[in-house]
Nanobody, 116 residues
């Protein structure tokens, strides 16, 4: 069984930075693809970034150049470094794990609020 716990969300002013963390339980972490999704009120869930078991990454156009996904296989951790935050980045951010593009395991989400 794989369990995911996100942390690091909060309130930040536009232009600021936050780093989200996702702790993953389970011995199969190193072979899983990981992703960050977000969902803003009244909007569909959006894929933000992915990282596969080999460390290759993809980022949505809306966050490219501002957000960076990374992973530490020794610590079973995934991170999302978010810089130059905008009010439109406000959402609940979810960590997900699986075999790309099917993400079977999900965390509970962490709220990110960016004030203008």
């Amino acid at each position: 069984q794989v369990q995911l716990v996100e942390s690091g969300g909060g309130l930040v002013q536009a232009g600021g930075s936050l780093r989200l963390s996702c702790a993953v339980s389970g011995s199969i972490f190193s072979i899983l693809s990981m992703a960050w999704y977000r969902q803003a009120p009244g909007k569909q869930r959006e894929l933000v970034a992915t990282i596969n078991s080999g460390g290759s990454t993809n980022h949505a156009d809306s966050v490219k150049g501002r957000f960076t996904i990374s992973r530490d296989n020794a610590k079973n951790m995934v991170y999302l470094q978010m810089n130059s935050l905008k009010p439109e980045d406000t959402a609940v951010y979810y960590c997900a794990a699986g075999v790309d593009p099917v993400y079977k395991y999900w965390g509970q989400g962490t709220q990110v609020t960016v004030s203008s």
